[in-house]
């Protein structure tokens, strides 16, 4: 709408709290929709801004989001990174809790894996997926179960971003994350590691001999989840990126044909609820 001014609409967004004002009117003001007015209410009233404007910046491009669904935060191009780096050509890899499929997106265009699967609970979050991976399986269930039977002990890369935020720690999570994602895409139980724990316990099964492992986290949690997969055979490793702010755990399997990698009893010792988790968009 040219009668709408990219000052007033900057002096909206830092009377509405949004520390980037500037750089959201341009996004705003650049949208197809024509109606800012309508855009710029929905962004003051908290509504994240990649929702109000159908698209999320993340490791250089440009993804289609949907309102409702978890946006991909800048430090999971950390997890991406490391997903990518871990690919090598005519690799089998499967995001697992991929949201929009952000992880895979980069996997699947930096790289030249043979199959790339995708999955989500969230039936909403994989109809993005579909859109952002036209090449890719995209699966709609809970964690491994939807995967096809024939991927068993042929996965060279598995990767998830998994609800690491602890119960108790949701309410305090800034108001667009809370109120406008979905919650199971947030919470990750009592110390934020149930769902990662679960993908730790079952990746046995669909990893490659020499297969990796690799689970965003945060510094407080990396501990636990590396116990968690020395346990089940796994050799475990922390990456962390300062800049980004990510820490991805990561787990590699035998390269040994003859290995067998034991269950992990789920439930073990936990680190305190709270501590330092992702409760946080930024």
């Given at each position: ?194 769902i990662a724990r679960r993908i730790v316990s079952e990746a046995g099964a669909w990893l490659a001999f020499g297969?990796?492992?690799?689970i965003e986290t945060s510094s407080g949690q990396a501990p636990s989840l590396t116990t968690a997969m020395t ?52």
């Open positions: 709408m040219a009668s709408v001014r990219h000052q007033d609409v900057v002096d909206e967004l830092r009377a509405a709290g949004c520390v980037f004002a500037e750089d959201e009117a341009r996004i705003l003001l650049e949208a197809p929709d024509t109606d800012v007015a309508a855009l710029l209410a929905r962004r003051v009233g908290g509504e994240p801004l990649e929702h109000v404007v159908g698209w999320v910046a993340f490791a250089g491009a440009r993804l289609s989001v949907a309102p409702g669904v978890f946006v991909p935060r800048r430090r999971t191009e950390l997890l991406a990174r490391v997903a990518a780096e871990a690919t090598h050509d005519g690799a089998v890899v499967v995001e697992l809790c991929c949201g929009i499929g952000a992880v895979a997106h980069v996997v699947a265009t930096r790289r030249r894996p043979a199959r790339v699967v995708a999955v989500d609970l969230d039936p909403a979050a994989t109809a993005c997926a579909r859109v952002n991976l036209p090449q890719a399986e995209v699966l709609t269930g809970d964690l491994v179960a939807p995967l096809p039977a024939d991927l068993r002990r042929a996965v060279d890369v598995l990767v998830a971003n998994a609800p690491y935020v602890p119960t108790a720690a949701v309410e305090t999570m800034p108001r667009e994350a809370r109120d406008h994602e979905p919650r199971i895409a947030l919470d990750g139980g009592d110390d934020g590691l149930d297969g990796v492992l690799a346990a089940v055979g796994l050799h475990a490793d922390v990456v962390t990126d300062d800049d980004l702010g990510g820490v991805v755990t990561v787990g590699r399997a035998p390269r040994e044909q003859n290995r067998e990698l034991p269950s992990l009893t789920v439930g073990t010792a936990r680190p305190r609820p709270g501590a330092d988790t992702e409760a946080s968009t930024t």
